[in-house]
């Protein structure tokens, strides 16, 4: 699971146990018994859609952002798209039976990496004369994308300036479009 900070793995950790809880009440894709009130597909896609959305936005004001900021509307806009393609994607697949045998959790941490890259943009936003490095993640294949930026240090406004090609940790421009990316940037602390 990613980690950025004591404020953000919170949001996580809620978002993720949040996101289990749906999935159950929407039966986890198990139709062998009966239970009354299980969430229908659409009704499924729809709450997921809802908590990813509201998850990414309150993980982009955590991260320092603004809302108003032009870049933020570009991005946010940008986003839901993906996370309403991405909600009934999951249902189908859900109700299709894909889980039954397991790999759910892992699927819905994905969800998590998304919300993350929010957290970093919205970083990026609010302090855009701070430096930043990026770090690889600890997964154990990297893309070439996350290779060549590793260790890598810019100012924030640096940074956004890739935002737009999409290549940040969870970009959708990296060579593996982001959804296994847990790189993320880390302010870099002046020395006194
Ligand atoms: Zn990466």
């Known amino acids: 699971m990613i980690s950025i900070d004591a404020r953000?793995?919170?949001?996580?950790?809620?978002?993720?146990?949040?996101?289990?809880?749906?999935a159950k009440r929407a039966g986890n894709g198990h139709f062998d018994e009966l239970s009354a009130g299980r969430l229908s597909r659409r009704q499924y896609a729809n709450k997921q859609f809802k908590l990813a959305w509201n998850t990414m936005q309150a993980s982009f004001l955590l991260g320092g952002g603004a809302l108003e900021h032009?870049?933020?509307?570009?991005?946010?806009?940008?986003?839901?798209?993906?996370?309403?393609?991405?909600?009934v994607a999951l249902a189908g697949d859900l109700f299709n039976g894909?889980?039954?045998?397991?790999?759910?959790?892992a699927r819905l941490t994905l969800w998590v990496y998304t919300v993350a890259?929010?957290?970093?943009?919205?970083?990026?936003i609010g302090f855009p004369l701070a430096r930043f490095v990026w770090k690889l993640g600890k997964t154990e294949v990297h893309c070439r994308t996350c290779l060549f930026y590793r260790n890598q240090r810019k100012f924030g406004w640096e940074w956004l300036l890739?935002?737009?090609?999409g290549i940040l940790p969870q970009g959708r421009g990296l060579e593996c479009e982001g959804w296994q990316c847990d790189c993320k940037l880390k302010?870099?602390?002046r020395r006194r």
Do not use: N, P, T
């Open 8 to 22: 953000f793995d919170a949001l996580a950790a809620s978002y993720l146990d949040e996101m289990k809880m749906l």
């Open 70 to 87: 032009g870049l933020a509307r570009s991005y946010l806009r940008r986003m839901r798209k993906i996370l309403k393609a991405s909600a």
């Open 98 to 105: 894909r889980y039954e045998s397991g790999g759910l959790d």
């Open 117 to 124: 890259g929010a957290y970093q943009r919205g970083m990026l």
């Open 162 to 165: 890739l935002e737009g090609q």
């Open 187 to 189: 302010r870099v602390r």
